[in-house]
């Protein structure tokens, strides 16, 4: 999603949106889920469930962000991210309807952008996921 360098060319107003907090969450539900191999046998998704609800509150915070003309690209792009990592997620626990539902979501999200080389990784990657 974001990081301290993809802020810097957001609006000023996104920008102050997305802040730090936003970030954490997003950089704390990717550690989580890259380490829920290690989830205990009895709760196989326990990582990425916790990871769910942090990716779930960013998207809900993304729909009350406040909207520029100059920053809908951006807000788009980002919830595109959040919808990718939210349907691997469902996809990762085995919820393949939900997670089929949110890469599509992602990809009606990108579709009519114009700019193709900030969506193009999103796009390729749920693809991908869609077979």
Do not use: H, I
């Amino acid at each position: 999603m974001a990081s301290a360098s993809t802020s810097a060319q957001l609006s000023p107003r996104l920008a102050t949106w997305v802040g730090d907090e936003v970030v954490k969450d997003f950089v704390e539900a990717e550690r989580l889920t890259r380490e829920s191999s290690q989830d205990p046998p009895e709760e196989p998704y326990r990582s990425l469930y916790a990871a769910r609800r942090l990716l779930s509150a960013l998207n809900e915070n993304l729909k009350s962000c406040p909207v520029e003309e100059e920053s809908d690209e951006d807000v788009a792009v980002l919830r595109a991210c959040l919808l990718l990592s939210l349907g691997l997620n469902y996809l990762n626990t085995e919820e393949m309807s939900r997670g089929e539902e949110l890469m599509g979501e992602c990809l009606r999200g990108v579709e009519g952008l114009p700019g193709k080389v900030k969506t193009a990784t999103v796009s390729v990657e749920a693809y991908n996921q869609l077979g």
